[in-house]
């Protein structure tokens, strides 16, 4: 199962941490699971390249997580697509991906 936590704090996303293989299929034929990367790693690459945020980052297999470590409430528009497209996913594959919210005060 993949799990999907993210950040909050206050009104702000900040982050996420996804960790985990969905186990739909075979490793390196998982769709769900390559859904999950490319969306994530997308958001990642939107935050941190295209509105040049801060952020701190880990990635390694089957674990990705990502902080914004400066003015969150700019990158609300690519955190909150990444939570509503996963959990469109998530739709009728609960078995698979799991997505909860947290609060966290700002670092």
Same mark, same amino acid.
Do not use: P, W
């Given at each position: ?6 950040? %909050? ?14 186990? !739909? ?10 859904? /999950? ?6 958001? &990642?690459?939107?935050?941190? %390249? ?9 990635? #390694? ?10 003015? +969150?409430?700019? +990158?609300?528009? !690519? ?15 609960? %078995? &698979?991906?799991?997505? #909860?919210? /947290? %609060? #966290?005060? +700002?670092?």
């Amino acid at each position: 199962m993949t799990t999907i936590i993210f950040f %909050k704090d206050k009104n702000n996303l900040t982050g996420f941490e996804c960790s985990g293989h969905t186990g !739909f299929s075979e490793q390196g034929t998982d769709i769900l699971c390559s859904a /999950v990367s490319a969306l994530t790693q997308s958001t &990642y690459l939107g935050i941190s %390249k295209v509105l040049n945020l801060k952020c701190d980052m880990v990635k #390694r297999d089957g674990y990705f997580k990502i902080e914004v470590l400066e003015d +969150a409430m700019h +990158a609300q528009d !690519f955190l909150k697509t990444l939570k509503l497209s996963l959990e469109d996913i998530m739709k009728g594959n609960e %078995k &698979y991906i799991q997505i #909860r919210t /947290v %609060k #966290r005060s +700002a670092k």
